[in-house]
């Protein structure tokens, strides 16, 4: 069965925060594969962290900025033209999916036109598939690109936020005219199918986001040292954390990787604390930072499946993060970490306490969650059970079951 030629469409690619995308797109191409790589935006510098981003950066696509060009834009559009009942049905599709307002409606017009350089582009590099992740307005423009050039599309979802708007982004229309779904867990399936029409349920497949195992290496954990990897906004418990540390007895350190709208608020937070905000990492730099860590702390109010999480456990690290959404699927509480209740601060200082005193926990913890990683969540067997995905709706034999 040959291999379908793929197109990767999200908003912003690469990004130092969506390396989950880049492994997958790295593991599909291992698995023989052509993938090009699309973005609407051009990523900002502060990104492009390693020669992994680098690399990824300097060949994908810019959506918008080949449609900064009016020769482009206009010879694009000229040529879906041609065959102006699909050029009307896909305009008709951009209205009648935008949000409610004017200012929703503009906007599907400008995905509409994004979509039309799109096409043009995928048509002219033989892409076979349009495969998108994140689900808000790139899968808008994917959807409308696929409707003007024929070629189908998937996309895969990931929450939470998606959810708190599902009719804004408008995912049952997206679900309805997607060749399949990739939902990241069980959790975020049952979501999807609390929004779309039954009839299109067998069409939601899990594919975890991964990692390999090989590139984290367990060590020993007998000091300390904590670490969070994340944006620096709200919705990731940062607050909450330097909370529950005042209250830690001293001698712990910890090391805040990542970037976001709320790091100097947080920075003010713990000036008096023994806390260092490094920045954006590369993945080898996330890695080498875990060999050195004892506890990973993921205060979150809101996540899918956490790779961050999963990075930790496949370098043999205890986690501690909070019990929502997708992570008991990946996070046994009292097996391969500690899962407390989200925004406690007196539950999170007490978990964290508890491995910082124990070292055989840490131990028994970092070995069990590293086998359910190299179990559930390696990136060569989600690529492969993705590429099998790829290659069944290509070919019209679609795999069967939600775990493919």
């Given at each position: 069965?040959?291999?379908?030629?793929?197109?990767?469409?999200?908003?912003?690619?690469?990004?130092?925060?969506?390396?989950?995308?880049?492994?997958?797109?790295?593991?599909?191409?291992?698995?023989?594969?052509?993938v090009l790589t699309c973005s609407i935006r051009t990523t900002g510098a502060e990104h492009l962290v390693g020669p992994e981003q680098r690399n990824e950066h300097?060949?994908?696509?810019?959506?918008?900025?080949?449609?900064?060009?009016?020769?482009?834009?206009?010879?694009?559009?000229?040529?879906?033209?041609?065959?102006?009942?699909?050029?009307?049905?896909?305009?008709?599709?951009?209205?009648?999916?935008?949000?409610?307002?004017?200012?929703?409606?503009?906007?599907?017009l400008i995905y509409f036109l994004e979509a039309g350089v799109l096409a043009d582009e995928l048509t002219r590099q033989g892409v076979d598939h349009l495969h998108?992740?994140?689900?808000?307005?790139?899968?808008?423009?994917?959807?409308?690109?696929?409707?003007?050039?024929?070629?189908?599309?998937?996309?895969?979802?990931?929450?939470?936020?998606?959810?708190?708007?599902?009719?804004?982004?408008?995912?049952?229309?997206?679900?309805?005219?997607?060749?399949?779904?990739?939902?990241?867990?069980?959790?975020?399936?049952?979501?999807?199918?609390?929004?779309?029409n039954q009839q299109h349920w067998d069409r939601f497949h899990i594919i975890h986001c991964g990692v390999d195992p090989a590139r984290y290496l367990p060590s020993?954990?007998?000091?300390?040292?904590?670490?969070?990897?994340?944006?620096?906004?709200?919705?990731?418990?940062?607050?909450?954390?330097?909370?529950?540390?005042?209250?830690?007895?001293?001698?712990?350190?910890?090391?805040?990787?990542?970037?976001?709208?709320?790091?100097?608020?947080?920075?003010?937070?713990?000036?008096?604390?023994?806390?260092?905000?490094?920045?954006?990492?590369?993945?080898?730099?996330?890695?080498?930072?875990?060999?050195?860590?004892?506890?990973?702390?993921?205060?979150?109010?809101?996540?899918?499946?956490?790779?961050?999480?999963?990075?930790?456990?496949?370098?043999?690290?205890?986690?501690?993060?909070?019990?929502?959404?997708?992570?008991?699927?990946?996070?046994?509480?009292?097996?391969?970490?500690?899962?407390?209740?989200?925004?406690?601060?007196?539950?999170?200082?007490?978990?964290?306490?508890?491995?910082?005193?124990?070292?055989?926990?840490?131990?028994?913890?970092?070995?069990?969650?590293?086998?359910?990683?190299?179990?559930?969540?390696?990136?060569?067997?989600?690529?492969?059970?993705?590429?099998?995905?790829?290659?069944?709706?290509?070919?019209?034999?679609?795999?069967?079951?939600?775990?493919?």
């Amino acid at each position: 069965m040959s291999l379908p030629k793929l197109a990767y469409l999200t908003g912003e690619y690469p990004r130092a925060s969506d390396t989950f995308i880049q492994r997958e797109v790295a593991a599909l191409r291992g698995l023989g594969h052509k993938v090009l790589t699309c973005s609407i935006r051009t990523t900002g510098a502060e990104h492009l962290v390693g020669p992994e981003q680098r690399n990824e950066h300097a060949q994908t696509f810019k959506v918008l900025d080949a449609c900064k060009s009016p020769l482009r834009l206009a010879k694009a559009h000229g040529r879906w033209m041609k065959t102006p009942g699909r050029y009307l049905k896909a305009l008709a599709l951009a209205w009648k999916s935008a949000p409610k307002g004017i200012k929703g409606r503009l906007y599907n017009l400008i995905y509409f036109l994004e979509a039309g350089v799109l096409a043009d582009e995928l048509t002219r590099q033989g892409v076979d598939h349009l495969h998108n992740h994140i689900a808000k307005a790139s899968c808008t423009v994917a959807m409308l690109a696929s409707e003007l050039s024929g070629i189908p599309y998937s996309f895969t979802i990931h929450g939470p936020d998606i959810f708190f708007e599902p009719h804004h982004w408008r995912i049952d229309e997206k679900a309805a005219r997607a060749s399949f779904v990739a939902c990241i867990s069980d959790f975020c399936r049952s979501q999807l199918m609390s929004f779309a029409n039954q009839q299109h349920w067998d069409r939601f497949h899990i594919i975890h986001c991964g990692v390999d195992p090989a590139r984290y290496l367990p060590s020993k954990h007998a000091g300390n040292e904590l670490l969070f990897v994340g944006r620096l906004a709200a919705v990731k418990g940062v607050p909450v954390l330097l909370e529950a540390l005042q209250d830690l007895p001293k001698g712990w350190h910890l090391t805040v990787v990542g970037d976001g709208p709320d790091r100097a608020e947080l920075e003010t937070q713990a000036k008096d604390l023994p806390v260092d905000f490094v920045g954006y990492k590369s993945q080898t730099e996330v890695a080498e930072a875990l060999t050195k860590t004892d506890v990973f702390v993921l205060p979150s109010f809101a996540e899918g499946v956490p790779v961050v999480l999963m990075e930790a456990m496949a370098s043999g690290v205890p986690v501690v993060t909070t019990q929502i959404a997708g992570v008991p699927e990946l996070v046994e509480n009292g097996i391969s970490g500690s899962l407390v209740p989200p925004g406690d601060a007196t539950a999170l200082c007490t978990a964290i306490g508890a491995l910082l005193d124990n070292p055989e926990s840490r131990r028994q913890y970092g070995a069990h969650g590293r086998s359910k990683v190299e179990t559930d969540f390696d990136i060569s067997h989600e690529a492969a059970r993705l590429s099998s995905l790829f290659t069944g709706y290509h070919a019209g034999t679609p795999p069967k079951g939600k775990r493919p």
